[in-house]
């Protein structure tokens, strides 16, 4: 094949060879990444794809891993590669509007309200629940009533979506509770030597995984996990209630602790010093006056800009995790705007050390 990819270091690891174990073909000895302006780069994606391959793939929000959604062999693979329970639902990509018809089942009412967010937007980070049609598998939804659709806005996988004709579901491309790759090395790190290729866009724009709402019949629209489209663009469209998620897999990604570097997390007040800061990192809010009380400390946004601290929030978390630090300090963010969903990530992230946010969601 006429192409030049980047072999990754896991080529350490030994010649190209793929291991059949039952479903899944969870040991790809070799894991490329091919820069998504190489020629080749969409087609190769795509025919991995339609071939029941795995891909990381770049979006607006952050890399996906993705598959057929169509193939439950496929879609079986990921949730192994990923080291996901099957009770997490997965999000379908597709490749046009048009599929939103063929997999969900709208009521008239509902129908209109779905019509109108849609023409607002997509292609973006919006992640809409709908009633599934048989068309849907069980596997992707997890046995769940309503499949989760949504319609990317990075030309790369637009592109890459448009070739392969199906819908393509695709988890973040990390492993299991841990934090979202940002880039194409993150990919690396989480799933390398599990999957082919890896489509690399450069830094996602956006940096935080899509807002997942639920339009209602009753013209609500129940917000699932704040995102880049907040609050108050929703708001133009109905009330906006957050999802009562106690007590229900609803949405099991949804779960107190995820996101999570191997240190621990602690969310602080901006301005505070821990008795521990000399062995531990801060991401600060911000231009930090203590920085040298610290042991190490990266700015999320030196201007206080919210949408510079989500697209930069991931990658800092684990630049922080690979410092010899005990602990990761982060300043609170405003929780207005995007800042909803940064600080939504970072109750996760600290939830396993969570005393001094208690009682938080
Ligand atoms: O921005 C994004 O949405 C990224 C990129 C790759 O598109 N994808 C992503 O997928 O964040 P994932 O699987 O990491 O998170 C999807 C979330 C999970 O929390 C899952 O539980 C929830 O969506 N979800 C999926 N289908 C659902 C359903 N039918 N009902 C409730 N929650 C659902
Ligand atoms: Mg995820």
New binding site residues.
């Given amino acids: 094949m006429n192409h030049l990819p980047l072999v990754a270091p896991l080529s350490l690891y030994g010649p190209p060879c793929r291991l059949h174990c039952g479903v899944a073909r969870l040991f790809v000895l070799n894991t490329e990444i091919v820069p998504a302006n190489h020629p080749t780069a969409i087609e190769r994606a795509a025919k991995l794809l339609a071939a029941g391959e795995l891909v990381a793939?770049p979006?607006e929000?952050?890399?996906?891993?993705a598959g057929n959604g169509r193939d439950d062999r496929v879609v079986a693979t990921i949730f192994q590669v990923k080291e996901?329970p099957f009770f997490?639902?997965?999000?379908l990509?597709l490749p046009d509007k048009s599929w939103v018809e063929r997999l969900s089942k709208l009521d008239p009412e509902r129908e209109k309200l779905v019509a109108a967010l849609i023409e607002r937007f997509w292609p973006g980070?919006l992640?809409l629940?709908l009633p599934?049609s048989e068309q849907v598998s069980d596997l992707?939804?997890?046995s769940?009533p309503?499949?989760?659709l949504?319609m990317?806005a990075n030309p790369v996988l637009r592109a890459i979506l448009r070739k392969g004709g199906f819908p393509v579901a695709?988890?973040?491309?990390?492993r299991f509770g841990r934090v979202?790759p940002t880039t194409a090395e993150h990919v690396l790190e989480e799933l390398g030597s599990k999957i082919p290729l890896i489509v690399d866009d450069g830094p996602t724009k956006l940096g935080?995984?899509?807002t997942?709402v639920?339009p209602t019949g009753s013209k609500k629209l129940l917000l699932?996990?704040p995102?880049p489209i907040g609050e108050s663009d929703l708001a133009e469209f109905g009330p906006v209630e957050t999802a009562d998620l106690k007590g229900s897999i609803?949405?099991?990604?949804?779960t107190p602790s995820h996101y999570a570097p191997d240190k621990p997390v602690r969310l602080i007040e901006k301005g505070h010093v821990p008795a521990d800061a000399a062995e531990a990192g801060l991401l600060a809010w911000g231009q930090n006056s203590q920085r040298s009380q610290f042991r190490v400390m990266f700015s999320l946004s030196e201007s206080r800009d919210l949408v510079e601290a989500a697209s930069r929030l991931f990658s800092l978390l684990r630049a922080m995790d690979r410092e010899a630090v005990a602990a990761i300090y982060v300043e609170k963010v405003p929780e207005t705007g995007i800042g909803k969903a940064i600080m939504n990530r970072l109750y996760r992230a600290a939830a396993e050390t969570r005393g001094n946010v208690k009682g938080e969601k």
Avoid: M
Avoid at 88 to 91: A, G, Q, R, S, V
Avoid at 170 to 174: E, F, I, K, L, T
Avoid at 250 to 254: D, E, M, T
């Fill in positions: 793939v979006t929000t952050v890399y996906g891993l996901r997490d639902p997965l999000i990509h980070p992640t629940l599934k992707v939804t997890a769940l309503t499949v989760a949504r990317p695709a988890p973040s491309a990390n979202s935080l995984e899509s997942i639920e699932h996990r995102g609803k949405a099991p990604g949804q």
